[in-house]
């Protein structure tokens, strides 16, 4: 599986972005989808995940009812809305791939795309 996030950008503070993550190769529906973000100088956190049906999805305090991660698996591409973002919110968000949902939320990922910058501005 091969990933590719887009849609990063400049955003004001209380604006929203939406991120997409691309996949290639066809086992993409078996696999549990999740963002990472990491900003200047910190470790790589956990944002969010996402069952591999999308019946399943788990949040990172720090973002949780601000952000919603969703997939289409007929498109291979995994969403991530973030509404209501805040300066504290920039990074380089990443997406990865793994088989277990549990996992994944631990960092144990099998595949990761490359990022995408967002910075948000106060």
């Known amino acids: 599986v091969q990933l590719q996030a887009y849609g990063g950008g400049l955003v004001q503070a209380g604006g929203f972005l939406r991120l997409s993550c691309a996949a290639s190769?066809?086992?993409?529906?078996?696999?549990?989808m999740g963002w990472f973000r990491q900003a200047p100088g910190k470790e790589r956190e956990f944002v969010a995940v996402?069952?591999?049906?999308?019946?399943?999805?788990y949040y990172a305090n720090s973002v949780s009812g601000r952000f919603t991660i969703s997939r289409d698996n007929a498109k291979k591409t995994v969403y991530l809305q973030m509404n209501r973002l805040k300066p504290e919110d920039t990074a380089v968000y990443s997406c990865a791939a793994n088989f277990d949902y549990s996992g994944l939320m631990k960092g144990q990922c099998e595949y990761w795309g490359q990022g995408t910058q967002v910075t948000v501005s106060s």
């Open positions: 996402i069952s591999y049906s999308g019946g399943s999805t």
């Open positions: 190769g066809r086992t993409f529906s078996t696999y549990a």
